[in-house]
Structure formats: C-alpha cells, structure tokens
C-alpha cells in the first residue's frame, strides 16, 4: 500500500513533464486514452472524504473537482458552477439549522429548528418510499400533519437502531436519520419534559395548551391502524424511534396529549402507522 501510494504521488509532481505519455500502476500497458490507470484486484481508489460543509468551503474549486461527501455518502464533482452527486441529484449543499430545508428526493420544503444543539425538522415528514405508509385525508392530510409509517416504513427495512445515533435514514432526507429512543429522551431533556413546549400554540387545552417555545411545532395527528383507520387524531401524538422493545413486535415511541404537559417514553405496535420526525447528522 506505502508503494502504491509512493507511486501515485510520484505521478501528480511529474505531471507537467509527463505530456502525453501514459502512466501505469500495477500496469505496464495503460490504456493510451488515459493518463493514469490503476490496476488492482483487492484494493480501491480512496477520493477525499468531506462533509458538504467542508466541501462547500473550498474556494474557487477546479471544473472536474472529486470529492467523496460524507453527508450524503456519494462521490461529489465540480461541474463548474455547482456541486453533482454521481449517484445521480444535485449535491445538497452544507444545511444551516433554522433555515428551510430542500428534500431533493420529492422538492418538498422543511422548517427546522435547533434544540437542544441539534438539528430536527420542525414538521412530519411528508416523503412517501411507496409502501409501509398512509395518507390522511381532510385536516389530515399530508400537506397539515404529513404522511403516517409503521415502523418498517420508518426505517425502510433497516435493522433496528438500539444504541449509536445517526446510522439509519430510513424515510428521511439524505443527511437526516430517524432518531433513536435516547434521541428523543435528550429531546425531552432539552425542553424540561414539557410537551407543551413542543406543541403548537393551536393544539391541546388547559393543561396541555400547547405554547411551542421550542419552535417544534408538533400536531396531536393521532395514528393510524389498518381496518380501523385514523384514530385520536386532535388528542395524541406518537413519534418512531428506531430502538426495538420487542424483537417482534413493538417499538420505543414518544407519546404526548391533549391534556398534559408530559412527553413520555412508551412502546407502540410497529405495525401501527405513526409520524415521523428527523434529525440532522451531525
């Protein structure tokens, strides 16, 4: 390996005098077309790996510039005015939290918020992967309380997440993940356990008015269960989390009510389709 890169160095300081002639690794015939061919059937090309902010802050980049983005996991190049990904968008830029936020899988709009020193959307998602997911209808439809996930949905056929932060997408935005139980116990944590403080000023009553200090915005949007459709929708509100209680059925929720200031840790069926939030990796 020291060799190899020995030998790749050696090629980018000769580079000026080198002209037309053709360059080999591992090759004593490299392809006339190209000036560099590397040839190996047990090792790989290892590119620059920079988060989109970092990549953001190089200056003047070159036309054809390569990067690997470590926020969206995909080789980035410098197309000359903008960043491209080569697995086939618009590289997202570096996000600023409180700023809107573009999903460029669909074009749909987010407002996000910082608590606690991290990132989250401050509305449901609304992506729809195509299956494991409900739409609601009238009041509650998509566009108000976005879509309803069971638990694989959310997850997208992940593995359960019961320990490290940040390693499952699922249905969010590239950069995003789909929290885990201690995700939302520290978001319970950063708003003094008062679910008030995350609650619309529009949702609940009495001792459970929402007052959304926080700026997160919730909606008590219910859940939904197949044959028996929407249920409680204006009096509770369950977000996913990507740690199992049970192997086979239940999943850690965060649940919030009409009537009370709590937001309290409990399990929920994973069959039952509940709204998602994201978070930003950091």
Known sequence: MKKLL????????????????????????????????????NQGMLPPRLSAQERDAILNPATGLMIYCTTSNCLNYFDGSE???????????AHICGQDFVDIRDGEIYTTVEIGGVCWLAENLRYNP????????????????????NWNGALQGALTQNGVPGTIQGSCPIGWHVPTKDEL??????????????????????????????????????????????????????????????????????FMNDNSDFFIETQQQKMTYLPVRCIRNE
């Open 130 to 149: 195509g299956n494991n997911v409900y739409a609601g209808t009238g009041s509650y439809a998509p566009d108000s309380v976005g879509l309803y996930y």
């Open 83 to 93: 960043w491209k990904e080569l697995c086939g968008n618009t590289a997202p830029t």
């Open 6 to 41: 020995v030998l790749v160095a050696s090629f980018f300081i000769s580079l000026p005098s080198a002209q037309a002639q053709s360059v080999g690794i591992n090759t004593n015939v490299p392809h006339p077309s190209a000036m560099l061919e590397i040839q190996s059937n």
């Open 185 to 254: 116990t520290n978001l319970n944590t950063a708003v003094g356990g008062s679910s008030n403080a995350l609650k619309r000023e529009d949702q609940g009553s009495g001792a459970g008015q929402g007052t959304n200090t926080s700026g997160f915005g919730a909606i008590l949007a219910g859940y939904y269960i197949p044959l028996y459709g929407l249920l409680n929708t204006g009096t509770t509100n369950y977000f996913w989390s990507t740690t199992e209680y049970s192997l086979t059925a239940q999943a850690y929720v965060r």
